[in-house]
Protein backbone atom coordinates (compact mmCIF):
# COMPACT_ATOMS: atom_id res chain seq x y z
CA UNK A 1 0.00 0.00 0.00
CA UNK A 2 0.71 3.51 -0.02
CA UNK A 3 0.45 6.45 2.16
CA UNK A 4 0.83 10.96 1.42
CA UNK A 5 1.07 13.45 4.50
CA UNK A 6 1.19 17.03 3.42
CA UNK A 7 0.14 19.97 5.54
CA UNK A 8 -4.15 20.15 5.26
CA UNK A 9 -3.32 24.27 5.38
CA UNK A 10 -0.36 26.98 4.31
CA UNK A 11 -1.19 31.15 4.49
CA UNK A 12 1.00 33.47 3.31
CA UNK A 13 1.19 36.93 2.04
CA UNK A 14 0.52 38.16 -1.53
CA UNK A 15 4.52 38.30 -3.06
CA UNK A 16 5.64 35.52 -0.48
CA UNK A 17 7.20 32.53 -1.24
CA UNK A 18 5.40 29.23 0.20
CA UNK A 19 6.45 25.86 0.27
CA UNK A 20 4.28 22.72 0.54
CA UNK A 21 5.71 19.82 1.54
CA UNK A 22 4.90 15.53 0.80
CA UNK A 23 5.93 12.26 2.46
CA UNK A 24 5.08 9.20 1.52
CA UNK A 25 5.39 5.18 1.68
CA UNK A 26 4.97 3.71 -1.34
CA UNK A 27 6.02 -0.29 -2.01
CA UNK A 28 7.13 0.69 -5.89
CA UNK A 29 7.61 4.91 -6.42
CA UNK A 30 7.90 5.96 -10.06
CA UNK A 31 7.06 9.40 -10.24
CA UNK A 32 5.50 12.22 -7.42
CA UNK A 33 3.10 14.66 -9.41
CA UNK A 34 1.31 18.09 -7.99
CA UNK A 35 -2.26 19.29 -8.80
CA UNK A 36 -3.93 22.66 -8.19
CA UNK A 37 -7.47 23.18 -7.57
CA UNK A 38 -9.52 25.61 -7.58
CA UNK A 39 -13.33 25.64 -5.05
CA UNK A 40 -15.29 24.37 -7.33
CA UNK A 41 -13.21 23.35 -10.27
CA UNK A 42 -11.14 20.24 -11.72
CA UNK A 43 -7.84 19.54 -10.48
CA UNK A 44 -5.17 20.68 -13.00
CA UNK A 45 -2.21 19.47 -13.37
CA UNK A 46 0.97 21.49 -11.95
CA UNK A 47 4.48 19.48 -12.57
CA UNK A 48 5.84 15.91 -12.05
CA UNK A 49 9.06 14.42 -10.97
CA UNK A 50 10.57 10.83 -11.32
CA UNK A 51 14.21 11.79 -10.54
CA UNK A 52 15.27 13.88 -8.02
CA UNK A 53 16.27 17.41 -8.13
CA UNK A 54 14.40 20.38 -8.89
CA UNK A 55 11.58 21.42 -11.96
CA UNK A 56 11.03 24.74 -12.28
CA UNK A 57 8.15 26.02 -14.23
CA UNK A 58 7.53 30.06 -14.17
CA UNK A 59 6.57 30.63 -10.39
CA UNK A 60 6.27 27.06 -9.37
CA UNK A 61 8.70 24.70 -8.72
CA UNK A 62 9.11 20.89 -7.36
CA UNK A 63 11.31 18.89 -5.67
CA UNK A 64 12.01 15.30 -5.11
CA UNK A 65 14.44 13.62 -2.71
CA UNK A 66 13.75 9.51 -4.01
CA UNK A 67 15.88 8.89 -0.74
CA UNK A 68 13.74 10.54 1.57
CA UNK A 69 10.44 9.69 0.29
CA UNK A 70 9.93 14.04 0.17
CA UNK A 71 8.87 15.93 -2.25
CA UNK A 72 7.65 20.04 -2.28
CA UNK A 73 6.23 22.21 -4.16
CA UNK A 74 7.48 25.86 -4.06
CA UNK A 75 5.37 28.54 -5.12
CA UNK A 76 7.17 32.21 -5.61
CA UNK A 77 5.76 35.78 -6.05
CA UNK A 78 2.41 34.39 -4.61
CA UNK A 79 -0.95 36.11 -5.84
CA UNK A 80 -4.22 36.31 -4.98
CA UNK A 81 -5.02 33.78 -7.60
CA UNK A 82 -2.45 31.28 -6.05
CA UNK A 83 -5.40 30.49 -3.12
CA UNK A 84 -6.26 26.90 -3.81
CA UNK A 85 -5.96 23.34 -2.76
CA UNK A 86 -2.86 21.33 -3.59
CA UNK A 87 -2.16 17.67 -3.93
CA UNK A 88 0.40 15.99 -3.97
CA UNK A 89 -0.08 12.35 -6.52
CA UNK A 90 2.49 9.23 -5.92
CA UNK A 91 3.05 6.92 -9.15
CA UNK A 92 3.67 3.08 -8.18
CA UNK A 93 4.57 0.18 -10.45
CA UNK A 94 0.60 0.05 -11.84
CA UNK A 95 1.00 3.98 -12.71
CA UNK A 96 -2.02 4.35 -11.33
CA UNK A 97 -1.98 7.58 -8.87
CA UNK A 98 -2.56 8.00 -5.53
CA UNK A 99 -3.53 11.15 -3.67
CA UNK A 100 -2.86 13.23 -1.11
CA UNK A 101 -5.22 15.05 1.05
CA UNK A 102 -4.80 17.97 -0.07
CA UNK A 103 -3.42 21.17 1.16
CA UNK A 104 -5.33 24.33 1.52
CA UNK A 105 -3.29 27.47 0.38
CA UNK A 106 -4.70 30.63 1.73
CA UNK A 107 -3.34 34.11 0.38
CA UNK A 108 -3.58 37.46 2.05
CA UNK A 109 -3.36 40.62 0.63
CA UNK B 1 -10.77 19.25 -28.54
CA UNK B 2 -13.72 19.08 -25.64
CA UNK B 3 -10.72 17.16 -22.99
CA UNK B 4 -12.67 14.80 -20.67
CA UNK B 5 -16.48 15.63 -20.15
CA UNK B 6 -18.55 14.38 -17.51
CA UNK B 7 -22.67 14.13 -17.71
CA UNK B 8 -24.18 15.12 -15.75
CA UNK B 9 -22.81 17.88 -13.88
CA UNK B 10 -25.72 17.79 -10.89
CA UNK B 11 -27.97 15.01 -10.24
CA UNK B 12 -30.27 14.70 -7.08
CA UNK B 13 -31.21 10.91 -5.50
CA UNK B 14 -33.65 9.13 -3.50
CA UNK B 15 -32.18 6.47 -1.24
CA UNK B 16 -32.18 3.10 -3.57
CA UNK B 17 -32.47 5.05 -7.07
CA UNK B 18 -30.07 3.17 -9.60
CA UNK B 19 -27.69 6.22 -12.02
CA UNK B 20 -25.09 5.69 -14.49
CA UNK B 21 -22.34 8.75 -14.90
CA UNK B 22 -20.80 8.97 -18.07
CA UNK B 23 -17.24 9.88 -18.43
CA UNK B 24 -16.17 10.78 -22.37
CA UNK B 25 -12.36 11.70 -23.61
CA UNK B 26 -11.27 12.57 -26.93
CA UNK B 27 -7.64 12.39 -27.03
CA UNK B 28 -7.11 8.48 -27.15
CA UNK B 29 -5.94 7.83 -24.00
CA UNK B 30 -5.81 4.39 -22.56
CA UNK B 31 -6.27 4.98 -19.26
CA UNK B 32 -9.41 6.21 -17.80
CA UNK B 33 -10.62 6.72 -13.52
CA UNK B 34 -13.24 7.88 -11.82
CA UNK B 35 -12.55 9.25 -8.15
CA UNK B 36 -14.75 10.72 -6.00
CA UNK B 37 -13.66 13.79 -3.29
CA UNK B 38 -15.22 14.45 -0.45
CA UNK B 39 -14.07 17.50 2.04
CA UNK B 40 -10.59 17.02 3.71
CA UNK B 41 -10.17 13.22 2.12
CA UNK B 42 -9.10 14.29 -1.07
CA UNK B 43 -9.57 12.26 -4.09
CA UNK B 44 -10.07 8.33 -3.82
CA UNK B 45 -9.70 6.03 -6.45
CA UNK B 46 -13.43 4.03 -6.76
CA UNK B 47 -12.44 2.07 -10.02
CA UNK B 48 -9.71 2.73 -12.86
CA UNK B 49 -9.48 1.42 -16.83
CA UNK B 50 -5.96 0.66 -18.16
CA UNK B 51 -7.71 0.09 -21.98
CA UNK B 52 -10.93 -0.87 -23.31
CA UNK B 53 -12.46 -3.94 -21.99
CA UNK B 54 -10.57 -3.74 -19.23
CA UNK B 55 -11.42 -2.16 -15.43
CA UNK B 56 -10.24 -2.74 -12.04
CA UNK B 57 -11.22 -2.04 -8.03
CA UNK B 58 -9.68 0.98 -6.58
CA UNK B 59 -9.72 2.23 -3.01
CA UNK B 60 -13.01 2.32 -2.70
CA UNK B 61 -14.87 0.27 -5.01
CA UNK B 62 -18.19 -1.01 -2.96
CA UNK B 63 -21.20 0.15 -4.45
CA UNK B 64 -20.28 1.08 -7.42
CA UNK B 65 -20.12 -0.89 -11.25
CA UNK B 66 -18.10 0.53 -14.14
CA UNK B 67 -17.59 -0.34 -17.80
CA UNK B 68 -15.28 0.33 -20.87
CA UNK B 69 -16.43 -0.57 -23.90
CA UNK B 70 -15.22 1.70 -25.63
CA UNK B 71 -12.19 3.27 -25.69
CA UNK B 72 -13.05 7.02 -25.07
CA UNK B 73 -16.10 6.61 -22.98
CA UNK B 74 -15.89 5.23 -19.63
CA UNK B 75 -19.18 4.43 -16.86
CA UNK B 76 -19.43 4.66 -13.50
CA UNK B 77 -22.70 2.76 -12.14
CA UNK B 78 -24.65 3.49 -9.10
CA UNK B 79 -27.25 0.29 -8.75
CA UNK B 80 -28.63 1.34 -5.26
CA UNK B 81 -27.50 4.82 -4.48
CA UNK B 82 -26.99 5.34 -0.43
CA UNK B 83 -26.45 8.42 0.98
CA UNK B 84 -22.68 8.09 1.95
CA UNK B 85 -22.60 8.30 -2.05
CA UNK B 86 -23.02 12.20 -1.73
CA UNK B 87 -19.77 13.34 -3.11
CA UNK B 88 -18.21 14.69 -6.18
CA UNK B 89 -17.14 12.60 -9.25
CA UNK B 90 -14.38 13.01 -11.43
CA UNK B 91 -13.11 11.36 -14.02
CA UNK B 92 -9.61 11.66 -15.75
CA UNK B 93 -8.00 9.98 -18.64
CA UNK B 94 -3.98 9.37 -19.18
CA UNK B 95 -1.67 8.14 -21.50
CA UNK B 96 -0.32 4.80 -21.02
CA UNK B 97 3.05 4.44 -19.10
CA UNK B 98 4.25 2.84 -22.91
CA UNK B 99 2.50 5.36 -24.53
CA UNK B 100 4.56 8.36 -22.72
CA UNK B 101 2.33 9.41 -19.72
CA UNK B 102 4.54 12.08 -18.26
CA UNK B 103 2.34 12.06 -14.66
CA UNK B 104 -0.30 13.93 -15.76
CA UNK B 105 -4.04 13.45 -15.61
CA UNK B 106 -6.94 15.14 -17.49
CA UNK B 107 -9.75 15.57 -15.55
CA UNK B 108 -13.11 16.44 -16.60
CA UNK B 109 -15.38 19.13 -14.65
CA UNK B 110 -17.17 16.75 -11.94
CA UNK B 111 -20.34 15.32 -11.47
CA UNK B 112 -21.62 16.56 -7.62
CA UNK B 113 -24.41 13.52 -6.84
CA UNK B 114 -26.94 13.66 -3.60
CA UNK B 115 -28.65 11.02 -2.22
CA UNK B 116 -30.93 12.15 -0.13
Known amino acids: GQSLEQPSEVTAVEGAIVQINCTYQ??????LSWYQQHDGGAPTFLSY????GLEETGRFSSFLSRSDSYGYLLLQELQMKDSASYFC??????????FGRGTSLIVHP | NAGVTQTPKFRVLKTGQSMTLLCAQD?????MYWYRQDPGMGLRLIHY???????AKGEVPDGYNVSRLKKQNFLLGLESAAPSQTSVYFC???????????????FGEGSRLTVL
Open chain 2, 92 to 106: ASSYSRSGGNTGELF
Open chain 1, 26 to 31: TSGFYG
Open chain 1, 49 to 52: NALD
Open chain 1, 89 to 98: AVMEGSYIPT
Open chain 2, 27 to 31: MNHEY
Open chain 2, 49 to 55: SVGEGTT
